[in-house]
């Protein structure tokens, strides 16, 4: 959510904010220990050390002597100190005292800002300059948290304070509803409400478990892009899910992501791995045997899963997980096929993503040319892919934002990046441009002077992480899946049991079909089943009762009407076949 007025004010008043939150912990607390208070987006935090866990009644009373203080036009100030100055000032202040002794290290000038004469704080500024120039009415104290000092768990457990502020009122009432929409459509939740997935204490964290509606919808969108690399020469393989340790040494993964790896030691004492991803496996399937130039492009699909020993902290519901899903694919191509093959990639992402209503906008991830030492290969080799990816988006008249530094540690890639119906921005596809690891791994063809020429290898993930794919979607549609893609797509409610062999025909009809129904009859009202129906947001309901069962047809309603429909099954079932073919939203 962005301010009216600029950025550079909208962080003057959210540092000077942090400054008036920890006066005001201050006089609650005075040996308080306080670490640090950035600007960060919607706000700022600050961190405490204090004698006991703060309350939401504190915040109130934090939050009501902010606004005494903003009304006693405080101005701000600032001076530079020297070291000794600085370890006096902070005497009783352990993690400033560390602050001060890590800025010295690094001949960095030591500075404090004073906040009328209320509060001082090791500081290097950015402030507003006076406290009148803080909209009192737009900010508000928002949660407490834990958070470790410098993040480490060795240290000392500090209590959180994160605050939200903006330029005027409205901003903040608009982010306070944004919050609230977010969180009804909070895929964590709403994944167990519908039954898509469950976590288990015994299996463990980060490790998510399909229910069949889950899976449903999974398998739906895995075989939605097979289709789509089918149409596109795409053959399927299969790999392991370990691997020696070799492979990863050969390709480069090792050496920087050994410490996410989880490993496993046989009892002959090899070392493997789980694999983290599926690149190296596929060289080896195209190393198997020598290529013509008319046998390529090679291009291998794959869906499988990686595994991350990610921290317990990281992980995040579906968004950030240890089991990760990639509908993973690489090519295996010629140089000079490389724009056609990038370019029918991004046909399918076009295609899958129109598919749910996601705009794209592409984001060109490049090497930093100062630190060369974070990737592989030569600059001459990262030049040379890099020029070709700016070269096909020129092509497509599409324009992208370059990102200095955000490329894979083996290539350039092409990110695409998807907003959601609340405005988020997500990176969902992307497309790698890899010309080391055929290097690392000898790959070549064999070209028309019947010499050995070296290939280029392409990397696409169309989802890229099924799970992180399917949080965004899940709370881009709140749950409620467009008929296509639906796990259920109908509901069939008979009135009263005496109907129920005329329900059983509609569902059975229906499933003939191949559209995904269910039967759910209880002894339940009729009502309470359409409110399950709704709760569940399914697509349609369809009641049946006598008039129904004399006439052959069906009422039907949707989640987003409560008006009924009669109509024959047969028009129904053609209606729903024609939403799938088309993939309406």
């Known amino acids: 959510m962005s301010g009216s007025s600029s950025t550079q004010s909208i962080e003057n008043i959210r540092h000077s904010l942090a400054h008036l939150l920890a006066a005001a912990v201050l006089e609650k607390f005075p040996d308080a220990k306080l670490a640090i208070g950035p600007v960060i987006d919607n706000g700022f935090y600050y961190d405490f050390l204090l004698p006991r866990n703060l309350t939401p009644e504190d915040l109130t009373g934090f939050e009501k002597k902010m606004r005494e203080l903003i009304k006693k036009?405080?101005?701000?100030?600032?001076?530079?100190?020297?070291?000794?100055?600085?370890?006096?000032?902070?005497?009783?202040?352990?993690?400033?005292?560390?602050?001060?002794?890590?800025?010295?290290?690094?001949?960095?000038?030591?500075?404090?800002?004073?906040?009328?004469?209320?509060?001082?704080?090791l500081c290097r500024g950015g402030h507003v300059n006076n406290t009148e120039e803080i909209p009192a009415d737009a900010f508000k104290l928002d949660k407490i948290a834990g958070a470790y000092?410098?993040?480490?768990?060795?240290?000392?457990?500090?209590?959180?304070i994160y605050g939200l502020a903006f330029t005027n009122k409205k901003e903040l009432d608009d982010y306070l509803k944004f919050v609230e929409e977010?969180?009804?459509?909070?895929h964590k939740i709403l994944g167990l409400q519908l039954d898509l997935f469950t976590f288990s204490d015994l299996v463990g964290a980060g490790l998510p478990l399909w229910t069949p509606k889950?899976?449903?919808l999974r398998n739906l969108l895995d075989d939605f892009v097979w289709q789509l690399?089918?149409?596109?020469?795409?053959?399927q393989v299969d790999i392991p899910h370990i691997t020696k340790k070799?492979?990863?040494?050969k390709s480069g993964h090792w050496e920087k992501f050994k410490d996410e790896l989880f490993k496993i030691q046989t009892r002959e004492g090899h070392l493997f791995a789980m694999k983290p991803m599926n690149c190296p496996h596929h060289t080896q399937i195209y190393a198997r045997r020598q290529w013509s130039y008319r046998d390529l492009p090679q291009r291998y699909a794959?869906?499988?899963?990686?595994?991350?020993?990610?921290?317990?902290?990281?992980?995040?519901?579906?968004?950030?997980?240890?089991?990760?899903?990639?509908?993973?694919?690489?090519?295996f191509a010629r140089k000079s096929q490389i724009k056609d093959e990038i370019s029918k990639i991004w046909d399918i992402i076009q295609e899958f993503y129109g598919a749910f209503g996601f705009k794209l906008s592409v984001r060109l991830s490049l090497h930093d040319p100062a630190h060369m030492e974070k990737y592989l290969g030569t600059a001459e080799l990262w030049d040379d892919a890099e020029s070709k990816l700016r070269s096909l988006i020129k092509e497509r008249g599409v324009t992208a934002a370059e990102a200095p530094g955000e490329a894979a540690f083996y290539g350039p890639k092409l990110d695409f990046m998807a907003k959601d119906s609340l405005g988020r921005e997500w990176q969902v596809a992307t497309i790698q441009l890899d010309m080391n690891m055929p290097e690392r791994f000898d790959l070549f063809c064999i070209n028309e002077n019947g010499e050995h020429e070296r290939i280029a290898m392409i990397h696409a993930a169309i989802m890229g992480s099924i799970e992180r794919f399917l949080s965004v979607v899940i709370e881009h549609f709140a749950g409620a899946f467009p008929v296509w893609c639906a796990p259920v797509q109908v509901t069939v409610l008979p009135i009263g049991e005496k109907f129920l062999k005329y329900g059983e025909e509609v569902a059975t009809a229906l499933k003939k079909a191949d559209i995904r129904t269910e039967l759910p009859y209880t002894n339940e009202s009729l009502n309470k089943r359409i409110r399950e129906a709704e709760l569940a947001k399914l697509p349609y309901i369809i009641v049946v009762g006598?008039?129904?069962?004399?006439?052959?047809t069906v009422t039907v309603r949707t989640r987003k009407s409560k008006e009924q429909i009669s109509m024959k099954l047969s028009e129904f079932v053609r209606k729903v076949e024609q939403e799938v073919r088309d993939k309406t939203i």
Request: aromatic share 8%; glycine share 6%; net charge positive.
């Open 546 to 552: 006598e008039k129904e069962a004399k006439d052959g």
């Open 214 to 216: 889950g899976t449903t």
């Open 182 to 186: 977010a969180k009804r459509r909070d």
């Open 149 to 160: 000092w410098h993040g480490d768990e060795k240290n000392p457990m500090l209590q959180r």
């Open 302 to 331: 794959n869906t499988t899963k990686v595994y991350r020993d990610e921290q317990s902290g990281e992980l995040a519901g579906l968004s950030r997980v240890r089991a990760i899903t990639q509908d993973d694919a690489h090519v």
């Open 229 to 235: 690399r089918k149409a596109r020469g795409y053959v």
């Open 246 to 249: 070799d492979l990863y040494e």
């Open 73 to 121: 036009r405080l101005p701000f100030s600032g001076e530079k100190i020297s070291l000794a100055e600085a370890k006096k000032l902070f005497a009783k202040q352990p993690f400033k005292l560390e602050l001060i002794k890590e800025l010295s290290d690094k001949n960095e000038n030591l500075s404090i800002y004073h906040t009328g004469n209320v509060f001082m704080d």
